[in-house]
């Protein structure tokens, strides 16, 4: 997941960002209630920092679930000891999940040892799953020529009519939906705001935060 704490906009401010809530305490619930053991790691083993802004009630889905949010935010002792993502051994996972929230924006799009992980999780037949912001990872798997395993793949992501929902498509250096649909992938979208869920082979996407839970439902239904 993102080790970035802001997002840099085109005028060059650092709009203070970090991992979206719900996109970590929804598939972290599910698959540590499923009895798995959850790794978390970011570049260079920074500590994750959750974007505050996903934990105001408005974007929480009300006060009742922001404060079951921050709780398990704050039990989740995985999030004080991440590991580097260049130390993440396939090997010995079951699956790769990545969370967003805009701060993939900033560190993933460009990371070069994500890069390696998810272009191995892809061949490995492992199932990968990446969610709202975070297929910009995808962008650093792009060699020299522009060529990645990627490119026709059918994947979502958080779509530029979200993106104007939340009042930053007009700062933005680039817009993801934009990006995804130059790698080339086959990209589509859902309804804003609705669960829209795409797979392709062992690839699952989600398109916001509300399909985070039920992405991680689709990664268990590939476990078994």
Known sequence: MTGASYWTFENGHRHPTGYWAEEFVAPYSVFTDAGYQVTVATPGAVIPVVDTMSLQPRYAGGEENMLKETAVIESAEELRHPIAIKDAR????????????????????????????????????????????????????????????????????????????????????????DELKKVPTNYSRGPAWESYLVSDGNLHTGQNPASSGPLAQEVLKALF
């Open 90 to 177: 396939l090997e010995d996972y079951d699956a790769v999940y990545y969370p967003g929230g805009h701060g993939p924006m900033e560190d993933l799009a460009f990371d070069a040892d994500s890069a390696v992980l998810l272009r191995k999780a892809l061949a490995s037949g492992k199932p990968l799953a990446i969610v709202c912001h975070a297929p910009a990872a995808i962008l650093a798997t792009r060699d020299e020529n522009g060529n990645t395993p990627f490119a026709g793949r059918d994947v979502t992501g958080f779509c530029n009519e979200e993106e104007e929902g939340v009042g930053f498509a007009k700062d933005a250096k680039w817009l993801l939906e």
